[in-house]
């Protein structure tokens, strides 16, 4: 081989191996929501969230006093579960979702977490350490949980010091990256105490400094974003025109003001939207798979915009039918459960592909 023929081959291998570098390291780019608290007899002594409640309505008593749901084949989800009725502490099921994951092309699994000692933290060890073998990073998703900032801080410097130091626990920066769900409910002058680098008991340049990512509903949450010290803001959720944030017509303006203000905005994305189960009185809500045609433009309105992040919800909330899980068809007396059609790994197949579509093109 001559001198020229090798020049030429050690750039084609230098060219390959970058680009495969740079997809991997692009996999966080799009992090998908998770939820590890359901249970099983078998695992845990009894059923933990197949059995939901029927949610009453917030003011038509007409919807009050439903009862729940047994577990088995009579769940509180739209559609079943191709692993049925498992529990999230089963190491075996770990496995496997962490499989699927790595299959749909997601590089970040944001998972749920209720706080210290929580059904969502027993088994977040086992998560970090499965994760990882995959080549996985594992995010939270705050939930709220706590009821004031002072205990809010307590929570995430446990949360922080117990786990941050595992290879898969997903930093940005050397920083961790925390989505804190509902932090409308907190006013944000409380926030900023917290969140401002001048604020009275900020933990900016501490040990538990993060990327704090806030939730946005209305559209009034420009004032909120304006001055509670978030790094950040996501729409999470998954019915289109649902609220100001999820309706993708408002991403542009979501991203204008993100850069504008130098923060971080995350379209969230999902397959579909189906939870009358446990919200009978929801149907409004409702919106149709339409056989992945509902994914692909919720996930084109996002690209478009060129976000740093997209976020899927989900990967396996179940009672809100956002799952992109494997369902299967069944059938419990007179209800039917919705599903895929003939491929039960639809979603999975199609997070891999519309993954594929958002990194080439950054």
């Known amino acids: 081989m001559t001198y020229f023929n090798r020049f030429l081959l050690l750039i084609v291998i230098t060219l390959f191996f970058s680009k495969s570098t740079a997809q991997e390291k692009s996999k966080d780019k799009i992090q998908i929501f998770y939820y590890g608290w359901y249970g099983n007899p078998a695992t845990d002594g009894d059923y933990q969230h197949w059995n939901h409640q029927i949610l009453p309505h917030w003011s038509n008593p007409k919807w009050n006093n439903l009862g729940h749901y047994k577990g088995g084949d009579d769940i509180g989800a739209n559609f079943y579960p191709a692993l049925g009725n498992y529990s999230s502490n089963d190491p075996h099921i770990i496995e496997k979702h962490m499989k699927m994951i790595k299959e749909s092309g997601v590089g970040v699994v944001v998972v749920s977490w209720l706080g210290k000692d929580s059904f969502t933290d027993k088994s977040l060890g086992r998560y970090l350490d499965i994760a990882d073998r995959f080549d996985l990073k594992i995010a939270f998703h705050i939930e709220p949980f706590y009821t004031n900032t002072s205990e809010f801080k307590d929570q995430i410097s446990y949360l922080i010091k117990t786990y941050s130091s595992h290879h898969a626990f997903y930093k940005k920066e050397g920083k961790p990256l925390l989505y804190v769900y509902d932090s409308y409910k907190i006013p944000k002058e409380e926030w900023a105490k917290l969140l401002s680098g001048k604020g009275e008991e900020t933990i900016r340049n501490t040990d538990i400094d993060a990327f704090y990512i806030g939730l946005w509903v209305e559209k009034n949450d420009a004032a909120f974003f304006d001055t509670a010290g978030f790094d950040g803001f996501y729409t999470y959720f998954a019915s289109e025109g649902f609220v100001y944030g999820s309706t993708v017509s408002n991403w542009n303006f979501l991203s204008g003001y993100a850069k504008d203000h130098h923060l971080i905005f995350i379209p969230c994305v999902g397959p579909g939207y189906s939870d009358t189960r446990i919200r009978p009185w929801n149907e409004a809500n409702f919106k149709s798979r339409d056989n992945g045609k509902y994914y692909e433009n919720m996930f084109d309105a996002a690209i478009k915009v060129n976000p740093d992040f997209i976020g899927i919800t989900?990967?396996?909330?179940?009672?809100?039918?956002?799952?992109?899980?494997?369902?299967?068809?069944?059938?419990?007396?007179?209800?039917?459960?919705?599903?895929?059609?003939?491929?039960?790994w639809l979603y999975i197949k199609e997070t891999k592909r519309l993954t594929e579509k958002f990194l080439k093109k950054r």
């Open 314 to 344: 989900s990967f396996n909330e179940w009672h809100e039918g956002t799952q992109i899980e494997p369902a299967v068809p069944k059938k419990v007396g007179s209800f039917k459960y919705e599903d895929y059609g003939k491929d039960p």
